[in-house]
């Protein structure tokens, strides 16, 4: 995966898409989640009138567009499967890798070698409406063109794609959905408009389009970062406060229990850098958040659940570690750090219990710049 210089931020590209429809799917939400939708998504739904009069969608306005947007359980869901020669494709694999990740069983190796893994570009959730009237919510999840010819001959891989759309849009917008589908005689629900989005541009070959015009940019500009070190700032901040707690009582942040949730956060917020590292019988995670200041502990959560770990320091860092994720998504969703994942991946599910969820601590540590979690 390639970096901007001075970053852990993948480098990306400001892509448009014109998806193309391939089928579409329904379900239904399985839990209530708040989902974060821009002010420049338009509601999309058939029959307004009908709609507004319910309590399945909140908030529910023709005049306006709301900043979020809460799916009760049981709110209808349609998902459509759509392509796009602009959304990156595949790496190259044999039938037996491809058949390996399909199974869930492909492993990420390393940054330079992560396996076979499928990219896919899900928007946010828009409001609709179904064919009795009632609100729903729709959902476009765009592959690369080149995979629709076996999706639509294999129907294993077929499925498999839809379970990648899935996995993605609960990870997205913590929105759970339910495995029984159904399939409407539809190409699509709603319209697919263009949309520009921003994609790793590690994530494309070498040769492709996107990619070449990117580095040709790039190489053009020059340096676009230059390093300039105080020292008498780095040692002022250095003889900062001692080690603080984010979790030094129940009352500061949401309590660690084994279904805890998690509000939506602001867009703006970024993966934050990572390592891991076993002490004793302990897990322990080290997250740089050199943006975190006194200000922001207040609202910043630390959610665990055997196999998963959301931290969320709100509006700058969210650190969301699904240890249930499939291997060959993780360069998708982590980047150079999906190796790291892979391997923490591993170590927790060799722990009956994974992730100690009883005695979970962590621990803001000023100087360093850091969170530290004890699991």
């Known amino acids: ?6 970053s852990s931020q993948p480098q990306t590209i400001r892509v448009t898409l014109s998806p193309t429809p391939g089928w579409c799917i329904k379900t239904t939400a399985l839990q209530t989640a708040v989902c974060k939708v821009s002010s420049s998504e338009t509601s999309q739904t058939s029959d307004a009138s009908s709609a507004a009069n319910s309590s399945i969608l909140e908030p529910f306005a023709k005049a306006r567009v709301p900043s979020s947007l809460t799916i009760s359980q049981g ?14 494709p595949p790496p190259e694999g044999s039938e037996d890798v491809i058949q390996r990740a399909m199974k869930g069983e492909e492993e990420f190796l390393d940054s330079d070698n992560p396996g076979w893994f499928v990219p896919v570009v899900v928007s946010e959730p828009r409001q609709d409406a179904d064919k009795a009237g009632k609100p729903s919510v729709v959902f476009d999840s765009v592959f690369h063109s080149s ?3 076996r999706a639509l001959k ?13 996995q993605r849009i609960e990870a997205q917008s913590q929105l759970p959905l339910s495995r029984t589908v159904g399939r409407p005689n539809i190409r699509s ?8 989005v921003l994609i790793p541009v590690g994530l494309y070959p070498r040769d492709h389009p996107e990619r070449v015009e990117f580095e040709k940019k790039l190489k053009s500009r020059g340096p676009l970062v230059q390093e300039v070190t105080n020292p008498k700032t780095i040692k002022k901040k250095e003889e900062a ?10 009352t500061e942040v949401k309590p660690i229990t084994e279904k805890s949730k998690i509000s939506l956060i602001p867009e703006e917020n970024e993966q934050p850098a990572f390592t891991w590292s076993q002490e004793d019988d302990h897990i322990v995670l080290n997250i740089e958040v050199p943006r975190l200041s006194h200000a922001h502990i207040a609202s910043s959560t630390l959610d665990v659940e055997p196999h998963r770990l959301i931290l969320a320091i709100p509006p700058f860092y969210l650190l969301d570690l699904n240890i ?10 982590f980047g150079e750090r999906a190796g790291e994942v892979s391997r923490l991946k591993r170590v927790v599910k060799e722990r009956k219990e994974g992730f100690d969820v009883e005695s979970a601590k962590a621990e803001w540590r000023v100087a360093e710049r850091s969170v530290v979690v004890m699991l």
């Open 154 to 166: 294999d129907v294993e891989f077929k499925t498999f794609l839809e379970e990648l759309a899935f």
């Open 1 to 6: 995966m390639d970096f901007l210089p001075g």
């Open 147 to 149: 995979l629709k010819s």
């Open 75 to 88: 709110t209808k869901v349609f998902v459509n499967i759509a392509w796009d020669s602009n959304v990156p």
């Open 241 to 250: 406060a001692k080690p603080k707690g984010i979790l030094k009582t129940p």
């Open 324 to 333: 249930d994720m499939p291997d060959a998504q993780m360069p998708v969703v």
């Open 189 to 196: 629900k709603g319209k697919l408009n263009p949309r520009t």
